[in-house]
Every structure is written in structure tokens, then in C-alpha cells.
């Protein structure tokens, strides 16, 4: 009886890991974004990062899509919006930040959220089946 209800929950865990992941459409995912360098210069770092958005759906995403990824301090101050152009099944893109930040502020001080932020169409289910990996935040 032990032995069943294992399988069982394991089998629905894998299920439902599967039915998230997998959407039928345009998904565009916030994969990963993170510090690329620093630059100190008059008491001040300069920081780079990268991020990258990936199209992990199994449609392209139609030519009018107008998206960005949104840049927030944390608790919720908006930084800036980096345009991101419409994107084919499996295609990727890259854009960068420039932060700067105080060369006395300590490590682990500052978090970004990045935020992926569809305007048009109004609609996001053809533009983006599955928000749940829309947003990545990142500590320095």
C-alpha cells in the first residue's frame, strides 16, 4: 500500500512539472540574468549585467509583439525597460544594464528584479502561454 501511494504522488508530481512546463504557443522565458563585470572608478562601481530572454515555447511569437523587460529595485522602484524583439521557437536574446552603485556599498545590498512585460497584444495567451517564468531577480 506504502509502495502504490509513492508511485502515485511521484507520478502525479511528474505530471504536473510536465503540464507547467509545456504550454502550446509562444512562451518567451526570462532564463537567467547576472553580474557580467565591475568597474570602480571615483568611488563609484560600474556594473554590467546580462540577461537572457529565451522563446522556450513551440510557436514563434507574432511580428507585432511589443515587449520589454522591466528593471526594478527591490522593494519596487522601476529602473528602465530594455526593448525585446519578437522571438521564433527556441530563439534567444541577449540584452545588458549598466548600475551604478556606490564602491562602499556592501555585497549582497542591492537586488534587481527583471521583469518581462508584453504590451501588445493586449491579450498575452499568443504572445505568452506561461508567465510563471517571466521574472528573474539577481543580489549584489
Do not use: W
Not at 504557443?25 to 563585470?37: I, M, T
Not at 495567451?125 to 510563471?132: E, F, G, K, R, V
Amino acid at each position: 500500500m506504502l509502495r502504490t501511494s509513492i508511485f502515485a504522488a511521484l507520478g502525479f508530481v511528474l505530471c504536473a512539472g510536465t503540464a507547467a512546463a509545456a504550454c502550446s504557443g509562444a512562451d518567451p522565458a526570462l532564463q537567467s540574468v547576472a553580474v557580467k563585470s565591475v568597474v570602480q572608478a571615483n568611488g563609484t562601481n560600474r556594473y554590467t549585467l546580462v540577461g537572457t530572454v529565451t522563446n522556450v515555447g513551440s510557436a514563434a511569437q507574432a511580428s507585432s509583439v511589443l515587449q520589454f523587460v522591466d528593471i526594478y529595485q527591490t522593494p519596487g522602484q522601476k529602473l528602465d525597460a530594455k526593448g525585446i524583439p519578437p522571438l521564433r521557437a527556441g530563439e534567444s536574446y541577449t540584452f545588458s544594464y549598466l548600475m551604478l552603485r556606490s564602491a562602499e556599498a556592501g555585497n549582497g545590498t542591492t537586488t534587481l528584479r527583471f521583469h518581462l512585460d508584453l504590451r501588445q497584444p493586449s491579450s498575452g495567451s499568443d504572445a505568452d502561454c506561461n508567465t510563471a517564468n517571466d521574472s528573474f531577480s539577481v543580489t549584489f
